[in-house]
């Protein structure tokens, strides 16, 4: 919610927005937790527990893990919540959780190094524990894909696998007439 300068003072300080980010200084350059990441809590109410982080906030430097830190926030009664209360996931700042090494299932601390994958000479930031030296692989994001569903517009999968076009020698690919008209006439061939 935008609201312009003649209306905020105006209104009571409590019902300001308020921007609850970072300057650019103070926030992080290079994140070594990513969503989807198992990580241990070291600080804090929930200290010594572990979950996947469900959400990144990188103007706050805060991370939500999922089941954990939670508080209770006041809704309208509903089916879904006829006391009118619900849990909800609160922001958890990334110095107090730590990534979970995966060969020892304990807490570790992370180094980042400049790999480059010999094959395709491509160079990305790995991490790796710092006590055992395991390569922790990012998880990725496949959340999206929960949502899809096919629908009436989609195509069958047997149908798109199907081959519809065998080429042959000296048969040209489209019609003639096609071709012209793909074919740039302003070029001038020598």
């Not at 990144?56 to 009118?84: H, M, Q």
């Not at 010999?118 to 790796?128: D, G, N, V």
Request: hydrophobic fraction near 30%; proline fraction near 8%.
């Amino acid at each position: 919610m935008r609201l312009h300068r003649s209306i905020l003072h105006m209104l009571n300080s409590r019902a300001r927005p308020r921007d609850k980010s970072l300057p650019k200084d103070l926030r992080l350059q290079r994140w070594k937790v990513v969503k989807g990441d198992t990580v241990m809590i070291v600080s804090g109410k929930d200290r010594g527990q572990t979950g996947p982080i469900t959400q990144i906030s990188r103007k706050t430097n805060c991370v939500y893990v999922k089941g954990l830190k939670l508080a209770t926030k006041c809704v309208p009664k509903s089916d879904e919540s006829p006391s009118g209360t619900t849990l909800v996931e609160m922001p958890i700042h990334v110095s107090n959780v730590a990534l979970i090494d995966p060969s020892t299932k304990m807490p570790t601390k992370v180094r980042l190094e400049l790999h480059a994958n010999p094959e395709t000479q491509r160079k990305e930031l790995r991490r790796y524990a710092v006590g055992t030296g395991t390569y922790i692989p990012r998880v990725p994001d496949l959340s999206y894909q929960e949502a899809w569903a096919d629908g009436d517009a989609d195509t069958d999968p047997d149908v798109v696998n199907k081959v519809s076009f065998e080429p042959r020698a000296g048969v040209a690919p489209f019609p003639v007439g096609v071709m012209s008209e793909i074919k740039n006439r302003y070029k001038k061939h020598y």
